[in-house]
């Protein structure tokens, strides 16, 4: 599929399978053609400008978030009348889905929630965290290494990330088989449209919750020296206590959000590496180019293709006027490609100056408070693999030879990766 043949009316973006698994040719045509598009089918408003999109970021005001997890089809279960539906909204929150998690909160309770959420965060926090993400990878490495092959999604990430959460939370290593085996359920299938067989995250979640109210009553009960207590005590800007279950909820989706994200960008970073041997022999000689070359790759590639959002009382977009009730997709990972915003959007190049400027994580009150994390859990992972190996090198037997490869990817219009990354590499004698 190129550029030219894009007829955004006769492309569903949310169904076709050609634009799940490649998105760029949509993108490109929509941002030069459409930077702000009603969508006929669902009448979805998609967004691929980077200014319109950090309009939408930085107004909370007028565009909800608590559509955020949802799909293109927005059947709202209240008549639409006069011209702000907020309160509307609130009362119908359980009509939606992952209604009881903070990145669909609006202020004031997104406000109040995040003040917790970033308490357990803290930059002390992430730099104590750093030294068990380095312990981490090498203990990893050390069981993967010596096999000269591994399946890296599932073999690596998946693991490294829950537990990378599990710590910074202060889960006790002792319980950390558990969360590997709440989250050990194996890739799903084809992810497409809106009545899309979703990745299933309740159950997961349910058990989390159960976990940390148990650890939040008894930190309550007999406060200890350690990061849970910190939580089990947070309190609310005014100074009142959480119920158990709302930190159990904000702590919860920490894992969710690593599973969503993280791993994602860990394993297209790999892909690219495995993929380039030129890239590969830059990043092993100037190793601190490592950094750069994750934001380039979360600018072109981001995990996240985008999120829904509901316009709260009338508005206008990119010339379109928007009536309270619309249903609006930010499409960050189009608006990495922006060239108002990058200079030739469709070159990767490692030391581009404002890479980081990408929309990956958001930005406005919902920017992504695992971040930090995320970076640092990724930076750590490549180093750490360079460093040990001599080459990486996508196995062919799986993925087919160079120029023809058959990525085992997540088609999705919400979600871009690999379901599957099989690598070879030859481990640095010892």
Known sequence: MTTVEINPVEVDFFTDPDVASRAEPYFDFMLKNHPVFREPKYGVVIVTGYEECLQVYHQPDVYSSINRTGGPILELPFEVTGDDITDLLEQHRDFFSSNDQIVTFDPPKHTDHRAILMGL?????????????????????????????????????????????????????SDFPMLLEIFSAGPQGPVLGNLELQVNHHNSLERLYGYFIEK???????????VLTGMALATFPDGTLPEPIEVARIASNMFQAGQETTVQIMGICLQRIADDQGLQELLRNEPKLIPAFIEETLRVEAPIKGSFRVVKRPTELGGLELAPGTNVMLLHGAAGRDEKIFENPADFDVRRPNARQHLAFGRGIHTCPGAPLARAEAVFSLQRFLERTESISIDESHHGPAGARDWDLIRSYKFRGHQHLYVTYTPVEQ
């Open 216 to 226: 939040i009553e008894e930190r309550r009960r007999e406060p200890r020296e350690d």
């Open 121 to 173: 965060i803290t930059p002390k926090r992430l730099k104590e965290n750093e030294e068990f993400l380095k312990r981490m990878a090498d203990r990893y490495l050390d069981e993967l290494l010596p096999q000269g092959e591994c399946e890296f999604v599932w073999d690596y990430s998946k693991k490294y990330t829950i537990l990378a959460v599990g710590d910074l939370l202060g889960v006790p290593e």
